[in-house]
């Protein structure tokens, strides 16, 4: 990150440091602002004309340029995005959020702007999509069809998906100590741990597995991590994105269909049609920052709203004529 302007590194470190976003979240950032001053230098006519955009360089941003920055230009900014870069409403939606962070820094913390340009800043409306899952039979489908040498690992994943409606970051860095009884520590997103607690299959499906794992040589790094690789590491990311991918497709499934989160969704799905979870128990089972992230759930179940209205002991009242 040595090629952008000191404030913007300054920012970034603040919301790693401080406000503890993830290094995803923060290479976002760096790549929505770092897209906004090349825009911005265009907009202001101060770059040559044989120079491409991928090679503008911001590094001479400084403080009497972003003062003057206004939300007429914010606005331009986001429908470039939209018309050149045809970024769909949730990416503009990340800029947005990103522009209002950075501003508020600049306006609150680092004190190098009178006004907020981007107080005003209004993000797109986001249309509420229905989360994509497996049914019951799908799910039970899916873990029989695990097999092969690493079967008790590959088990031990899927079930954990499945049940505990772990994101793949946290899947990926469990450790070994987080472990005790019914009970296992993740890290979520912006470094939040929390409690999740296990149910008889996951439980069977750890011990099984770990009974495994404790016996294999791993390197020094990775020691403690529950789930490793045949490279003798932590398991990566796109590795266990490969392994959900290989067992849906044997299990008769769309492999182009289902991914790692969603099987998160359907984690979520099937306690709250077949478990009567409580929508604030289930925001906390799943790490939601905010309740109506969880709400989508709420949604998915037509045939338990029909219930709810029959089950009314007045529904079979009629007036005699």
């Not at 004309?49 to 331009?76: P, Q």
Request: aromatic fraction near 10%.
């Amino acid at each position: 990150m040595d090629n952008i302007p000191v404030i913007v590194k300054d920012y970034l470190e603040y919301m790693e440091t401080i406000r503890g976003k993830s290094k995803k979240t923060i290479r976002g950032y760096f790549y929505d602002l770092t897209l906004f001053f090349k825009f911005m230098k265009v907009r202001r006519n101060i770059v040559p004309e044989d120079v491409d955009f991928d090679d503008i360089s911001i590094t001479d941003i400084d403080n009497y340029f972003i003062r003057t920055i206004g939300l007429n230009d914010l606005y331009a900014f986001i429908s470039y995005v939209a018309k050149e870069r045809n970024n769909l409403n949730y990416a503009r939606a990340r800029k947005v959020a990103c522009l209002r962070s950075f501003f508020k820094f600049l306006h609150v913390k680092a004190k190098i702007i009178d006004e907020n340009p981007a107080a005003e800043l209004e993000p797109p409306k986001i249309n509420v999509r229905q989360p994509i899952y497996l049914t019951l039979e799908e799910s039970k489908a899916l873990l029989e069809a695990v097999d092969g040498k690493y079967k008790e690992r590959d088990y031990a994943m899927i079930m954990l998906f499945l049940n505990c409606g772990l994101r793949l970051s946290e899947l990926v860095n469990i450790d070994i100590d987080k472990i005790s009884g019914d009970t296992l520590r993740v890290i979520g997103k912006g470094n939040k741990e929390r409690i999740v607690y296990l149910n008889d299959a996951c439980i069977k499906a750890l011990n099984d597995y770990i009974s495994i794992r404790v016996k294999e040589e791993v390197k020094e790094k990775d020691k403690n991590a529950l789930f490793i690789s045949r490279f003798k590491e932590r398991i990566s990311p796109r590795m266990v994105q490969e392994i959900v991918k290989k067992y849906i497709k044997k299990a008769g499934l769309d492999e182009h269909k289902y991914s790692p989160h969603k099987l998160r969704h359907t984690a979520a799905t099937l306690m709250y049609k077949y478990g009567n979870v409580d929508i604030r128990a289930l925001q906390q089972i799943l790490g939601h920052e905010s309740v109506s992230t969880t709400q989508i759930y709420t949604h998915i179940d037509d045939e338990r709203l029909r219930q709810a209205i029959r089950s009314n002991p007045l529904s079979e009242m009629s007036k005699e004529n």
